[in-house]
């Protein structure tokens, strides 16, 4: 059975928003980043809206080259704060409509509703709802793009923006994929384009008009992944935690060295529990606690206690961290940093298993 995943792409994000918050600007070429300085400023263009994009002016440029290009513009510094909120809002939107759901950036998700769905109908039916959605309770807009492999619904999230919805069916993906220029291939960029090019390859069809044995004697690797993603043979995952991932850590810098110890263990529990809404949302259990704590002078220190079995559990995580940073409270020394790490990870056994493990735990 054909997968359908998802690709979603907020439209000019950063820009989008202050859009959004600043109606007046609406209609104008509105820029976000850097400072323009009447045209000599320093920096670059975080992104622009649509408006912008007419006069050439794109992410990374520098400001002083958008503002010759466009005097006229609206210049905005970013505000990251309500950025990350927007992300947050659109995100949550997103993934209460699938569990399988994986988040990339800031602005960029993909979901896997292959359960949801019985036919590309029913996709665009899902994906409009989705659009709207967002549109309605964000108030900005977002481009989806749907097909059987994680890289082609990437692909088609950028076909069709600001605002689209493009649905690949299995049957379609050479007919969509082979007039493009190889560098919609997520991974070819402008040195590999070069690359292949000497090569006459040009278009993602050159790609598919290849064997594999062939892309990989010119390509290597790279030529593998390529005539992969051409033919729709990308096999990954819509997955928030990887299995391969080894471990999970989070450390932080006391802006002052302390020897307080209520202040050291409470940052602890700080950590513990960031690094737990975290571990709780990607299902992930795990058999070693670490604790790391460098001193003033740059010792460091680490230690670690192992489970029998796999668990999640914030009390008993801090229960061992506090244990371990008991050594430590009477060095008279001065601590810089704390760190936890969990190891030994995989992700959530069944709820039986859960069980079980709890019940022989206690
Ligand atoms: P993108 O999704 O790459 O760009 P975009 O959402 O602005 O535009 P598009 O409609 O083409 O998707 O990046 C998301 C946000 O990340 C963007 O709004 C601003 C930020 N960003 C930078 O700050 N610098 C960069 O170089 C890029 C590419 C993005
Ligand atoms: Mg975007």
Known sequence: MSR?????????????????????YIGNPIIIGADPKNGKGRGVVSTCNYEARKFGLHSAMPISQAYKRCPHGIYLHPNFEKYHKASKEVMEIVNSYSDMFQQVSIDEAYLDISDKCKNVIEVRDLAKKLKDEVQKKVGITISIGCAPTKSIA??????????????VKPEYIKKFLSPMDITRIPGIGKKSQLYYNKKGIKTIGDIINLTLPKMVQLFGKNGEWVWNVANGFDTREVKEFHGDRKSISKERTFFEDTDDFNEILSKLEEINNRIHKSVIKNKIHYKTVSLKIRLEGYLTFTRAHSFIH????????????????????????????????????KKSPSTFQKTIINYLEN
């Open 154 to 167: 990437k692909i088609a999230s950028d076909h069709n923006k600001p605002n689209g919805v493009t649905v």
């Open 310 to 345: 796999h668990i999640q559990d914030k009390k008993k995580v801090l229960r061992v961290i506090t244990e371990l940073t008991n050594e430590f409270s009477t060095m008279n020394k001065k601590v810089r940093l704390v760190g936890i790490k969990l190891s030994n990870l």
């Open 4 to 24: 359908f995943i998802l690709h979603c792409d907020l439209d000019c994000f950063f820009a989008a928003v202050e859009a959004r918050d600043n109606p007046k």
